[in-house]
T-cell receptor, first 114, second 112 residues
Protein backbone atom coordinates (compact mmCIF):
# COMPACT_ATOMS: atom_id res chain seq x y z
CA UNK A 1 0.00 0.00 0.00
CA UNK A 2 1.68 3.28 -1.10
CA UNK A 3 -1.33 5.57 -0.84
CA UNK A 4 0.16 7.44 2.12
CA UNK A 5 3.91 7.98 2.33
CA UNK A 6 5.98 9.43 5.14
CA UNK A 7 9.55 10.68 5.30
CA UNK A 8 11.87 10.19 6.95
CA UNK A 9 11.15 6.67 8.22
CA UNK A 10 13.59 7.09 11.08
CA UNK A 11 14.84 10.26 12.81
CA UNK A 12 17.21 10.85 15.70
CA UNK A 13 17.39 14.38 17.02
CA UNK A 14 18.73 16.30 19.98
CA UNK A 15 16.52 18.38 22.20
CA UNK A 16 17.77 21.62 20.62
CA UNK A 17 17.31 20.53 17.01
CA UNK A 18 14.59 21.57 14.59
CA UNK A 19 13.29 18.97 12.18
CA UNK A 20 10.20 18.33 10.08
CA UNK A 21 8.21 15.21 9.29
CA UNK A 22 6.54 14.99 5.91
CA UNK A 23 3.43 13.12 4.82
CA UNK A 24 2.01 12.84 1.33
CA UNK A 25 -1.18 11.11 0.25
CA UNK A 26 -1.90 9.96 -3.28
CA UNK A 27 -5.52 8.99 -2.70
CA UNK A 28 -7.27 12.24 -3.56
CA UNK A 29 -8.42 12.64 0.04
CA UNK A 30 -9.40 15.91 1.68
CA UNK A 31 -8.60 15.17 5.32
CA UNK A 32 -5.24 14.40 6.92
CA UNK A 33 -4.22 13.50 10.44
CA UNK A 34 -1.20 13.20 12.72
CA UNK A 35 -1.12 10.51 15.40
CA UNK A 36 1.44 9.65 18.04
CA UNK A 37 2.02 6.01 18.98
CA UNK A 38 4.00 5.34 22.13
CA UNK A 39 4.87 1.91 23.43
CA UNK A 40 2.06 0.19 25.34
CA UNK A 41 -0.38 3.04 24.67
CA UNK A 42 -3.25 3.44 22.20
CA UNK A 43 -2.73 5.71 19.22
CA UNK A 44 -3.23 9.34 20.19
CA UNK A 45 -4.76 11.79 17.75
CA UNK A 46 -2.72 15.00 17.55
CA UNK A 47 -4.09 17.09 14.69
CA UNK A 48 -6.84 16.91 12.07
CA UNK A 49 -6.88 18.93 8.87
CA UNK A 50 -9.88 19.12 6.58
CA UNK A 51 -9.51 20.94 3.27
CA UNK A 52 -6.23 22.37 4.55
CA UNK A 53 -7.81 23.89 7.64
CA UNK A 54 -7.03 22.60 11.11
CA UNK A 55 -10.22 21.29 12.69
CA UNK A 56 -8.81 19.52 15.72
CA UNK A 57 -5.90 20.10 18.04
CA UNK A 58 -5.87 17.64 20.90
CA UNK A 59 -3.98 19.71 23.49
CA UNK A 60 -0.67 19.07 21.80
CA UNK A 61 2.36 21.00 23.12
CA UNK A 62 3.45 23.95 21.00
CA UNK A 63 6.79 22.28 20.29
CA UNK A 64 4.79 20.34 17.67
CA UNK A 65 3.65 22.60 14.84
CA UNK A 66 1.61 21.19 11.94
CA UNK A 67 1.36 22.62 8.46
CA UNK A 68 -0.96 21.63 5.64
CA UNK A 69 -0.07 23.57 2.47
CA UNK A 70 -2.49 21.60 0.30
CA UNK A 71 -4.77 18.59 0.56
CA UNK A 72 -2.01 16.17 -0.45
CA UNK A 73 0.74 17.25 1.94
CA UNK A 74 1.02 17.48 5.69
CA UNK A 75 4.04 18.44 7.75
CA UNK A 76 4.85 18.23 11.43
CA UNK A 77 7.52 20.70 12.48
CA UNK A 78 9.46 19.75 15.59
CA UNK A 79 11.52 21.96 17.85
CA UNK A 80 12.96 21.71 21.36
CA UNK A 81 11.49 18.26 21.86
CA UNK A 82 11.81 16.19 25.02
CA UNK A 83 12.94 12.57 25.34
CA UNK A 84 9.36 11.56 26.16
CA UNK A 85 8.38 12.71 22.67
CA UNK A 86 10.18 9.67 21.27
CA UNK A 87 7.53 7.61 19.51
CA UNK A 88 6.19 6.47 16.16
CA UNK A 89 4.45 9.37 14.42
CA UNK A 90 1.78 8.26 12.01
CA UNK A 91 0.06 10.21 9.29
CA UNK A 92 -3.35 9.21 7.96
CA UNK A 93 -5.80 10.48 5.39
CA UNK A 94 -9.48 10.04 4.62
CA UNK A 95 -11.89 11.23 1.97
CA UNK A 96 -13.33 13.75 4.41
CA UNK A 97 -13.25 14.35 8.16
CA UNK A 98 -16.64 12.78 8.65
CA UNK A 99 -18.16 10.23 10.94
CA UNK A 100 -18.06 7.39 8.43
CA UNK A 101 -14.76 8.11 6.78
CA UNK A 102 -12.19 5.35 6.86
CA UNK A 103 -8.65 6.48 7.56
CA UNK A 104 -5.63 5.07 5.76
CA UNK A 105 -2.25 5.22 7.46
CA UNK A 106 1.29 5.80 6.30
CA UNK A 107 4.20 3.67 7.54
CA UNK A 108 5.18 6.18 10.22
CA UNK A 109 8.32 8.01 11.27
CA UNK A 110 10.18 6.45 14.19
CA UNK A 111 11.48 9.41 16.22
CA UNK A 112 14.12 9.21 18.92
CA UNK A 113 14.88 12.33 20.95
CA UNK A 114 18.17 12.28 22.80
CA UNK B 1 -13.44 10.65 27.69
CA UNK B 2 -14.42 7.88 25.32
CA UNK B 3 -12.39 4.69 25.62
CA UNK B 4 -12.28 1.35 23.94
CA UNK B 5 -11.45 -1.77 25.92
CA UNK B 6 -9.82 -4.33 23.67
CA UNK B 7 -9.20 -7.91 24.74
CA UNK B 8 -7.25 -10.00 25.01
CA UNK B 9 -4.04 -7.99 25.18
CA UNK B 10 -2.04 -10.84 23.74
CA UNK B 11 -2.59 -14.31 22.32
CA UNK B 12 -0.24 -17.19 21.67
CA UNK B 13 -1.78 -19.77 19.36
CA UNK B 14 -0.85 -22.71 17.18
CA UNK B 15 -0.95 -22.39 13.41
CA UNK B 16 -4.34 -23.48 12.13
CA UNK B 17 -6.28 -22.37 15.18
CA UNK B 18 -9.06 -19.81 15.06
CA UNK B 19 -8.67 -16.47 16.85
CA UNK B 20 -11.23 -14.12 18.35
CA UNK B 21 -10.75 -10.66 19.80
CA UNK B 22 -13.19 -7.93 20.73
CA UNK B 23 -13.64 -4.32 21.69
CA UNK B 24 -16.22 -2.84 24.01
CA UNK B 25 -17.08 0.67 25.05
CA UNK B 26 -19.59 2.55 27.13
CA UNK B 27 -20.01 4.96 24.20
CA UNK B 28 -21.79 4.56 20.90
CA UNK B 29 -19.80 4.61 17.68
CA UNK B 30 -21.07 5.01 14.13
CA UNK B 31 -18.19 3.22 12.49
CA UNK B 32 -15.91 0.43 13.64
CA UNK B 33 -12.59 -0.28 11.99
CA UNK B 34 -10.11 -3.09 12.45
CA UNK B 35 -6.44 -2.55 11.66
CA UNK B 36 -3.33 -4.71 11.72
CA UNK B 37 0.09 -3.27 12.45
CA UNK B 38 3.39 -5.00 11.73
CA UNK B 39 6.52 -3.94 13.65
CA UNK B 40 7.87 -0.59 12.44
CA UNK B 41 4.95 -0.02 10.09
CA UNK B 42 1.70 1.91 10.17
CA UNK B 43 -1.68 0.27 10.75
CA UNK B 44 -3.24 -1.30 7.69
CA UNK B 45 -7.01 -1.36 7.39
CA UNK B 46 -8.50 -4.86 7.46
CA UNK B 47 -12.24 -4.35 7.74
CA UNK B 48 -14.58 -1.36 8.03
CA UNK B 49 -18.07 -1.65 9.52
CA UNK B 50 -20.67 1.07 9.03
CA UNK B 51 -23.99 -0.33 10.28
CA UNK B 52 -25.11 -1.85 13.57
CA UNK B 53 -25.36 -5.61 13.17
CA UNK B 54 -23.21 -5.63 10.04
CA UNK B 55 -21.13 -8.77 9.53
CA UNK B 56 -18.28 -8.43 7.04
CA UNK B 57 -15.62 -10.84 5.83
CA UNK B 58 -12.24 -10.28 4.23
CA UNK B 59 -10.73 -13.65 3.38
CA UNK B 60 -10.16 -15.52 6.63
CA UNK B 61 -11.17 -12.47 8.66
CA UNK B 62 -14.70 -11.77 9.85
CA UNK B 63 -15.81 -8.79 11.89
CA UNK B 64 -19.14 -7.68 13.28
CA UNK B 65 -20.55 -4.35 14.38
CA UNK B 66 -22.49 -4.95 17.58
CA UNK B 67 -26.22 -4.26 17.66
CA UNK B 68 -25.82 -1.83 20.56
CA UNK B 69 -23.09 0.05 18.59
CA UNK B 70 -20.87 -0.28 21.66
CA UNK B 71 -18.85 -3.32 20.64
CA UNK B 72 -17.24 -5.20 17.80
CA UNK B 73 -15.37 -8.46 17.34
CA UNK B 74 -12.82 -9.78 14.89
CA UNK B 75 -12.35 -13.46 14.10
CA UNK B 76 -9.45 -14.98 12.21
CA UNK B 77 -9.94 -18.51 10.99
CA UNK B 78 -7.21 -21.08 10.35
CA UNK B 79 -4.38 -18.79 11.46
CA UNK B 80 -1.06 -18.78 9.60
CA UNK B 81 2.35 -17.42 10.65
CA UNK B 82 1.93 -14.18 8.67
CA UNK B 83 -1.07 -13.30 10.86
CA UNK B 84 1.44 -12.31 13.54
CA UNK B 85 1.16 -8.66 14.50
CA UNK B 86 -0.86 -6.24 16.58
CA UNK B 87 -4.55 -5.87 15.83
CA UNK B 88 -6.34 -2.66 16.73
CA UNK B 89 -10.00 -1.82 16.83
CA UNK B 90 -11.00 1.78 16.32
CA UNK B 91 -14.29 3.61 16.59
CA UNK B 92 -15.28 6.80 14.85
CA UNK B 93 -16.85 9.22 17.31
CA UNK B 94 -20.44 10.21 16.67
CA UNK B 95 -20.74 13.79 15.47
CA UNK B 96 -17.04 14.53 15.98
CA UNK B 97 -15.72 14.47 12.47
CA UNK B 98 -12.68 12.34 11.94
CA UNK B 99 -11.89 11.50 15.54
CA UNK B 100 -10.82 7.86 15.75
CA UNK B 101 -10.61 6.26 19.17
CA UNK B 102 -8.27 3.26 19.27
CA UNK B 103 -8.22 0.20 21.46
CA UNK B 104 -5.02 -0.85 23.20
CA UNK B 105 -4.31 -3.57 20.66
CA UNK B 106 -4.14 -7.37 20.69
CA UNK B 107 -0.71 -8.83 20.03
CA UNK B 108 -1.01 -12.11 18.16
CA UNK B 109 1.74 -14.71 18.05
CA UNK B 110 1.35 -17.80 15.87
CA UNK B 111 3.51 -20.86 16.43
CA UNK B 112 4.16 -22.88 13.27
Amino acid sequence: ETGVTQTPRHLVMGMTNKKSLKCEQHLGHNAMYWYKQSAKKPLELMFVYSLEERVENNSVPSRFSPECPNSSHLFLHLHTLQPEDSALYLCASSQAAGRQETQYFGPGTRLLVL
Amino acid sequence: GQQLNQSPQSMFIQEGEDVSMNCTSSSIFNTWLWYKQDPGEGPVLLIALYKAGELTSNGRLTAQFGITRKDSFLNISASIPSDVGIYFCAGLVYNQGGKLIFGQGTELSVKP
